[in-house]
């Protein structure tokens, strides 16, 4: 084992819902004196249990993961967001001489930590209620036809019966 953890490449363990990763990840741990960092887009939500095969605090083995259940369900939360946090969480991690282990099925927040995303921006949360009172009151073909540029092929791919 390398004896500084920051010098080291980082250990993922990635793949699909209930293949054994978590129970990998927590081995992996112990061998090498690291801590686990959730890398699943669901798991970082609070409250949601049973779909997302979360260990329980009771079989975590006594090793520290980190980003899981601290997002509110209604907050819209990015894999930017989960990036920049993971990426700190991994420093503090090395800066006490553990070596951090990303374990989860969302092969997107691993891209997002390792390639620089975009940053996408704030979403105006006004929009929806008016865009709804306008389908409400004039239908879907109006508001399809007034939707984005107007020369926009992609605005005629979408079927105005699918804005509802």
Not at 33 to 52: H, L, P
Not at 70 to 89: C, H, I, K, L, S
Not at 112 to 128: G, M, N, V, W, Y
Request: hydrophobic share 35%; charged share 25%; with cysteine.
């Amino acid at each position: 084992m390398n004896p500084n953890p920051a010098n080291s490449a980082l250990i993922a363990v990635v793949g699909p819902t209930a293949s054994g990763k978590s129970d990998l990840g927590i081995e992996l741990a112990k061998r090498y004196d690291g801590e686990i960092i959730n890398c699943d887009s669901v798991q970082v939500y609070r409250g949601i249990q049973i779909a997302t095969a979360k260990v329980p605090p009771e079989e975590q083995q006594g090793i520290p993961h980190h980003l899981i259940d601290f997002v509110d369900p209604t907050v819209n939360f990015t894999a930017v967001e989960w990036a920049e946090m993971a990426d700190q969480t991994i420093r503090e991690i090395e800066s006490r001489g553990k070596r951090p282990i990303l374990v989860g099925g969302t092969g997107f927040y691993l891209h997002a930590l390792t390639t620089k995303l975009f940053e996408s921006p704030e979403i105006d949360q006004s929009i929806r209620p008016r865009l709804q009172k306008i389908l409400d009151k004039r239908g879907p073909e109006h508001l399809h036809k007034n939707a984005g540029p107007r020369r926009s092929a992609t605005r005629f791919q979408i079927r105005p019966q699918r804005l509802a």
